[in-house]
């Protein structure tokens, strides 16, 4: 979190709250701190992997336009 990886939300009384989404981001980065990463790889593959999904996302929805 102090790195800039993953932003949990807090409750009111500020206890950190971990989405299904926030606990799959953190196995990732274990994932690649176990290969070797230091914390600006780690940062620039879920950069990399983020914007990967976004255009999968977009050329899916290109394709099921009308022509």
Do not use: M, W
Request: hydrophobic share 35%; glycine share 8%.
């Amino acid at each position: 979190e102090t790195k800039g990886l993953l932003t949990p939300t807090r409750t009111a009384g500020g206890t950190r709250q971990y989405s299904d989404d926030d606990i799959a981001v953190l196995l990732r980065i274990g994932e690649l701190l176990e290969q070797g990463l230091n914390l600006a790889g780690v940062a620039k593959v879920l950069e990399l992997e983020a914007t990967n999904l976004k255009l999968h996302q977009a050329l899916k929805r290109a394709r099921s336009q009308p022509k």
